[in-house]
């Protein structure tokens, strides 16, 4: 497991919100502590959950209040990641522990996910409070979310039989567990190149195999390319109808990506990220485009000739 720890390259120069900081690092250290005592920690750990999120909910709090007093200009966004993080991720991962009955797969992912947040937000966000980094700001409305999850939940329900709740709306690149991942990109009316990002945990990739009927395979590591391509293509024809993409080449073992290399794909900055949570796994859905030049109409004839 990749558990982040306390560092001094986290802290802002705000007392107040460096020593909580801490602090909550702290609490994950603990947390991790109880889970290696599996005959004693689901009930100390149900009550270290509800101390975290107790705790975190004072700080964000505390936090909002410093901003509120130096009239910080991105409150209202820094306030929205913070109720965004309260109100889908922090709910839908503690749905998970419980639907799990607190496994110590369940309790890895739910630390890792919270603390790879943490420290993505302070580096980024909180960091943005003292003028040392620009706060990243959505550049997509909205009200594409509930389109997303719509045609996230139908393919859910095609291809792996279950449905999908979304867990977060600002993904930050957090460990999902062992999964599967794939890049593809298009081309869009308008001169717009449009790259979509995904990512499967294994036992909802399992599901989807074992739903298509097309393979054997009953264990993860045995997951072969080409049994993720039988999942990845209708998930991609799915979800790059949205944006009335046109896909240029077939997806190939060219377009699989190792963690390390989707996580060095994900830095490159995409607009919308979002992480959806179901009984079996998490989904990864990613987008960002841009426009390019078009080609001189002289100069594109002669290609075509």
């Not at 496994?103 to 993505?120: C, D, G, K, M, Y």
């Not at 607009?271 to 960002?288: A, D, P, Q, S, V």
Request: hydrophobic share 35%; with cysteine; aromatic share 10%.
């Amino acid at each position: 497991m990749e558990q982040i720890v306390w560092d001094e390259k986290f802290n802002i120069g705000v007392e107040v919100v460096d020593k909580a900081h801490a602090k909550l690092f702290r609490i994950f250290k603990k947390l991790m502590e109880i889970s290696k005592a599996p005959d004693i920690y689901q009930h100390t750990y149900q009550e270290g959950i509800k101390y975290l999120e107790t705790y975190t909910m004072t700080h964000f709090s505390e936090e909002e209040a410093y901003m509120r007093s130096i009239r910080y200009k991105g409150y209202a966004e820094h306030k929205r990641i913070h109720d965004n993080f309260r109100d889908k991720t922090l709910v839908s991962l503690k749905k998970d522990l419980n639907l799990s009955g607190f496994s110590p797969t369940a309790v890895q992912r739910f630390v890792e996910v919270i603390s790879n947040w943490l420290a993505e937000h302070i580096m980024r966000e909180d960091q943005a409070i003292v003028g040392r980094t620009v706060a990243r700001r959505n550049q997509y409305p909205s009200s594409l979310i509930p389109i997303i999850s719509r045609a996230v939940n139908r393919s859910m329900a095609e291809i792996f039989q279950t449905e999908a709740k979304l867990a977060s709306a600002e993904y930050k690149g957090q460990n999902i567990g062992t999964g599967r991942y794939c890049l593809q990109s298009y081309s869009v009316e308008g001169n717009i190149r449009l790259q979509l990002l995904m990512g499967v945990e294994n036992p909802l990739m399992l599901r989807g195999l074992k739903g298509m009927s097309r393979t054997r395979t009953t264990q993860a590591d045995k997951i072969t390319s080409e049994d993720s391509l039988k999942v990845f293509v209708p998930l991609f024809q799915n979800m790059s109808s949205l944006f009335r993409a046109v896909e240029e080449e077939p997806l190939g073992k060219d377009n699989l990506l190792d963690k390390d290399q989707f996580r060095s794909e994900f830095m490159k900055g995409y607009t919308c990220c979002l992480l959806f949570g179901t009984k079996i796994g998490y989904f990864i859905f990613c987008y960002r485009s841009w426009r390019v030049k078009a080609k001189p109409a002289a100069k594109a004839a002669d290609e075509k000739s």
